[in-house]
């Protein structure tokens, strides 16, 4: 089965939910999803993903949807990851050391935005560092 077709109703949801700068590429067998949206849509489309997938086990799809947009200091985030916890930073960079962990669906802080890549947050435990934007989600109220 063809990437495309196996997760038409994923893209057919980031159409019709009206996500921003929408593409979508198959490269490498890996089947790439990008766009920004509100965290609302961000999270549907997660949760979507998860019934098509529910283990994340295929390793074929990346669903990049940002929604940096009207995120502030202070601003309350939600860890979305796909099934793991997400790696806190000690620099904005892969290559940087892992200082901590927030769990997956764990609400966090946003300190300040680094870049649209990374954004330094803080736990409620009093974790801080950086983090991949995405895989944070705005709260909305």
Known sequence: MALQDKYKELVDAATAA?????QVREQDDVLYIDG???GTVKQ???DLYEKIDPAYSSGDLML???SIAGVTEGSKLKVTTSKTNL??????STNDEIVGKAARHEIVTLVRKENDQWWFIKTDNGEEGYCYTQYLTPVEG
């Open 64 to 66: 990049n949807i940002n």
């Open 18 to 22: 009206g996500v921003k700068n929408l």
């Open 87 to 92: 790696n806190i930073r000690k620099g904005p």
């Open 44 to 46: 549907q489309l997660w």
């Open 36 to 38: 920004e949206s509100s």
